[in-house]
């Protein structure tokens, strides 16, 4: 049963355009999330998170929107570039533990010049 | 921020056979990760290797398919016992940075291919 679900595999976007990838979560006691990049041939790199306190956090073209009461949450990049196509990984963790995080699948994200 | 040596980087395995690898980070951790990524799915958490004491396997993951070792606060290994086809995936290993802003590194992985 995925806790963190990203039903989207794969995403097609035009250079300079908006990107927007989605991830559902069904676990309400997760308070702490995070987007990681990965490229082909390398691990996953931490982006941007959100802390369940906040509906949204913003760190140059990246914005992360959290809707807790749809157990939703969305990653937006603004404007898209081909150095974003990657694989990108939503993630969700509990404050109480460890900060262990449990993962969607992935969206594949492909930024045409 | 951590960073996280993994080697191999890839193999192709024999099945039947066993494969160690090796995680290195340039910080001693208390809790240092391994997680599998099967093709088209998501990163799986394998287990948590703890310093002086045994590893904590989730559930589906068992000591004598994936026996780990965690000799100090800044080395791990993950083996990868009588493997099959199934076997076949990328394994990561991680730690973990507390403080305000939580987050998970990761080494490079290890593509591993059971033939």
């Known amino acids: 049963d995925q806790q963190v679900k990203q039903n989207s595999p794969s995403l097609s976007v035009q250079e300079g355009r908006i990107s927007i990838l989605n991830c559902d979560y069904t676990?309400?006691?997760?308070?702490?999330f995070l987007w990681y990049k990965k490229y082909p041939a390398e691990g996953p790199t931490f982006l941007i998170s959100?802390?369940?306190?906040?509906d949204k956090n913003e760190d140059g073209r990246f914005t992360v929107f959290l809707n807790k009461s749809a157990k939703h949450l969305s990653l937006h990049i603004v404007p898209s570039q081909p150095g974003d196509s990657a694989v990108y990984f939503c993630?969700?963790?509990?404050?109480?533990?460890?900060?262990?995080?449990?993962f969607g699948r992935g969206t594949s994200l492909i930024v045409h010049p | 921020s951590a960073v996280i040596s993994q080697k191999p980087s890839r193999d192709i395995c024999q099945r039947g056979t066993s494969l160690t690898i090796q995680c290195q980070v340039d910080?001693?951790?208390?809790?240092m990760f391994w997680y599998r990524q099967q093709p088209g799915q998501s990163l799986t958490l394998i287990a948590t290797?703890?310093?002086?004491?045994?590893?904590?396997?989730e559930s589906g993951f068992v000591i004598d398919k994936f026996p780990i070792s965690r000799p100090n606060l800044t080395f791990s290994t993950l083996t990868v016992s009588n493997m099959s086809p199934e076997d076949s995936s990328i394994y990561l290993c991680?730690?973990?940075?507390?403080?305000?802003?939580?987050?998970?590194?990761f080494g490079q992985g290890t593509r591993l291919t059971v033939v």
């Open positions: 993630a969700a963790s509990l404050s109480g533990g460890s900060y262990i995080p449990t």
């Open positions: 676990n309400s006691m997760f308070d702490y």
């Open positions: 910080s001693q951790v208390t809790m």
């Open positions: 991680s730690v973990n940075q507390r403080g305000a802003h939580p987050e998970a590194f």
């Open positions: 290797a703890n310093q002086g004491s045994e590893a904590t396997y």
């Open positions: 959100i802390s369940s306190i906040k």
